[in-house]
């Protein structure tokens, strides 16, 4: 088991503010993984990585470089030792400069040439091979992952947690493993009542768990998200392969502000619209 958890925020983002809440949502997650920790940064297309042997308590007291997109990650090692860091998150694919966060234990039908012993790697190797959808049906086993490639992100759900929430004020968008991970990086207000005390979040938020084989795309160059859902190979065989999505079915594409229905923190259903 490991954690997954990151910040989408293409326009009017703060690097202090990122930093913070990134180092907040580390900690959150920290319980699901403790071999390393690590971060990606993402600015104008340029990927910096970040990442070693240790706990996240340990990790965020380094000094952290905030981005208008990070992906972050706790590791739980099963395949690859951590004390190699290329076996650690995020994982990084310069040839395509591409970087992936998995959490989950994947077995390709094919194993890819990668750097490390990792099986998240093979996620993203399929992927540059065979396209987000078709490389997903060369992938057994559980995975939630979020990449990036070519200024956009992908997050992808199968068995393992995947929470998005979207923070309308700042036109941002954050994800991780449990739902707790991301209420702890949010500024709240306390109200008491006697003995009591409630804890809400300052700012308006709506919140959504990916269902399985549930994925969003992020276009950070026109603000748009994008629904897919995608097939693994955990399934029953013979499933017919389908195209890569085409960004350009209006049906199926919504801006980042108006993304419809989802639930706030309370659990009732509204519109973002």
Known sequence: MCGIAGIICPKNWSAEDNVSMAKKL??????RGHDATGYATIT???????????TASLFVKRKMVGSPVMLLHTRAATNG???NNVN??????KKYNSVIVHNGIVQPVETLPADGDCDS??????????????????LFGSMAFAIYHDKKVYLYRNSNPLIVA????????VFASTYEAIMNALPVKKKSFGLFTQE???????????????????????GRVKKFTATS???????????????????????????????????????LR
């Open 81 to 83: 030792s951590p004390q």
């Open 166 to 173: 979207y923070l309308p004020k700042r036109n941002m968008y």
């Open 44 to 54: 104008n297309g340029e990927i910096n990585v970040d990442k070693a042997a240790m």
């Open 88 to 93: 650690n998150h995020p994982i990084m694919n």
């Open 233 to 271: 190979a955990i399934s029953p065989p013979n499933v017919i392969d389908e195209p890569n999505i085409p960004m350009e079915d209006p049906d199926e594409v919504v801006s980042m502000s108006n993304f419809g229905s989802w639930k706030n923190v309370k659990g009732m259903e509204f519109s």
């Open 200 to 222: 809400q979040p300052v700012e308006d938020i709506a919140i959504k768990e990916l269902e399985d084989g549930e994925g969003l795309i992020f276009d950070l160059v026109t």
């Open 121 to 138: 790697e093979q996620i993203l190797q399929w992927y540059h091979k065979a396209g987000l959808k078709n490389g997903i049906k060369k």
């Open 26 to 31: 580390l900690l959150g997650i920290e319980v």
